[in-house]
């Protein structure tokens, strides 16, 4: 068992809490009608202030640990990287070969949106935003700045001539602050290195 279930419990425990203090303002404020026939009550008012301070601050930090707090990949406690390497085969397409297939969007500036190679006879596609492209002797740059591995991709550099690809998945492990933002054993991140020899060893699709 992971330490999920603490996330969900205190999610559960949150929303209940915001529920309970929007019933107990209205009850009170009921009460403070009936019996005063005022609608304003300075002692009453600050604790509403503060119950509502309490529960949007509770449900705002689980919210940040949920969805929004960064984890750095280099922090071994955190997360877990795994990275897999193949080398890349030639395809052909329209009478030439090529290693990697870039399609483009249609219309407008027509950005790269995804990539597709191959690599023992299987195809991958890969979406653009999450892949780089490298052929040059820099094997990582600065959109591929994750954690890699450099005496394995270098090792891979040479032995496959240069054509190879590199995926790296992240995933966040079992801590207790992860458990909180019920976030353990989540994908946090994948990124797709592809090596190739040369840039005119991609065939653009428009």
């Known amino acids: 068992m992971n330490w999920n279930w603490l996330g969900w419990l205190l999610w559960i425990a949150a929303i209940v809490f915001m529920i309970w203090v929007t019933h107990y303002i209205r009850v009170k404020q009921l009460m403070l009608i009936a019996k005063t026939k005022r609608r304003f009550d300075k002692k009453l008012f600050a604790r509403y202030v503060v119950l509502v301070v309490l529960a949007i601050g509770w449900l705002g930090g689980m919210a940040y640990l949920s969805f929004f707090r960064r984890v750095s990949y280099d922090d071994t ?98 801590t207790v602050l992860n458990g909180m933002g019920v976030r353990c054993g989540k994908l946090a991140d994948t990124h797709t290195l592809i090596r190739i020899p040369a840039a005119n060893m991609v065939d653009q699709k428009k």
């Open 77 to 174: 406690q955190a997360v877990k990287i795994t990275t897999e390497y193949e080398a890349l085969q030639l395809n052909s397409q329209d009478n030439d070969y090529y290693y990697v297939i870039a399609k483009h969007a249609q219309g407008g500036t027509r950005p790269i949106v995804s990539y597709t190679y191959w690599t023992d006879n299987a195809k991958m596609t890969t979406d653009a935003r999450g892949t780089t492209i490298v052929d040059s002797d820099r094997l990582v740059t600065g959109q591929a700045a994750y954690p890699w591995n450099m005496k394995k991709l270098k090792s891979y550099d040479s032995k496959t001539g240069h054509a190879f690809v590199a995926v790296m998945t992240i995933k966040y492990r079992n």
